[in-house]
């Protein structure tokens, strides 16, 4: 079984900048395709962006494309999203989630289903 606890949400100002990470548990981190997810109140769990395991190729949501960063550092097991320019349409709750396999040939990497752990999420709040 593997945790992860998101950390560094919180409320920030329209155009600010926030940086999220994820603390996962476990000794085999490098091989984890790594998420983040988010929900906002009402709506569906939509996908935000995706990291290899190698950490040579990620993937973006296209509303968040341009403005937020996925990175890992697999040697501390935790995984990041920088956000950038937020408005309070990413006000959210964001989720970090992981899976071992490779998601790459197959594109599920967008899927919420696809992954098997889940963090408990942590809350981003864009005011105007």
């Known amino acids: 079984q593997v945790q992860l606890v998101e950390s560094g949400g919180g409320l920030v100002q329209a155009g600010g900048s926030l940086r999220l990470s994820c603390a996962a548990s476990g000794r085999t981190f490098s091989t984890y395709a790594m998420g983040w997810f988010r929900q906002a109140p009402g709506k569906e769990r939509e996908f935000v962006a995706f990291?290899?395991?190698?950490?040579?190729?990620?993937y973006y949501a296209d509303s968040v494309k341009g403005r937020f960063t996925i990175s890992r550092n697999n040697a501390k097991n935790t995984v990041y999203l920088q956000m950038n320019s937020l408005t309070p349409e990413d006000t959210a709750v964001y989720y970090c989630?992981?899976?071992?396999?490779?998601?790459?040939?197959?594109?599920?990497?967008?899927?919420?289903?696809?992954?098997?752990?889940w963090g408990q999420g942590t809350q981003v709040t864009v005011s105007s």
């Open positions: 989630a992981a899976d071992q396999r490779d998601p790459y040939y197959s594109g599920n990497y967008y899927y919420t289903g696809w992954y098997h752990y």
């Open positions: 990291i290899r395991g190698s950490g040579g190729i990620s």
